[in-house]
């Protein structure tokens, strides 16, 4: 698949360097570029990832990964998936933190994923969060916490 990629990547910077004139640094930048998008493309790691010296761009050349399982398996009833190391858990924010130094941003944007659409706790922890709150009457208009009288 490298090699394949590579090809495609060599016809389109050949295809487009002789349509205009590139300075050596610019076409280098260009062949990046583009070995990175049509990596990004295919689930493959980047270039700056596969060269070590090519790793100057650093977080502007981050890829989307592809998700190791389907995405309607990742929040499930009783668990949600880490798409990092593949553990079931019912809240990921802390594992993320823990042990993979992620924050949630960083990783939804790291597998391209829609926070609203994906969450971060399973749905009978969000469940029970919810009728806890409504309990406690949260969310309602015109509350106040009334002040304890001792």
């Keep these: 698949m490298a090699t394949e990629v590579l090809k495609l990547t060599a016809q389109i910077v050949i295809s487009h360097a002789s349509m ?14 583009i070995y ?3 990596s990004s493309l295919e689930g493959e790691i980047s270039l ?10 650093g977080k502007e050349a981050a890829v989307v990964k592809k998700p ?17 190391c593949g553990k079931k858990m019912r809240t990921l924010k802390a594992h993320l933190r823990k042990a993979h130094k992620l924050v949630p941003a960083e990783y939804y944007r790291q597998y391209g994923l829609d926070p609203k659409k994906f969450p ?9 969060r919810r009728k806890l709150a ?14 304890k009288t001792a």
Excluded at 27 to 33: A, C, M, N
Aim: net charge negative; proline share 4%; aromatic share 4%.
């Design 120 to 128: 971060l706790v399973c749905k009978e922890y969000s469940e029970q």
């Design 134 to 147: 409504k309990e406690k009457g949260l969310g309602e208009r015109g509350f106040r916490r009334k002040a």
């Design 48 to 57: 700056a990832e596969a060269l070590p010296g090519a790793a100057e761009k």
């Design 68 to 84: 190791s399982i389907p995405l309607d398996e990742i929040v499930k009833e009783k668990y949600v998936v880490c798409l990092e």
């Design 20 to 33: 205009s004139e590139l300075t050596p640094k610019e076409l280098v930048e260009e062949i990046k570029d």
């Design 36 to 38: 990175n998008l049509l």
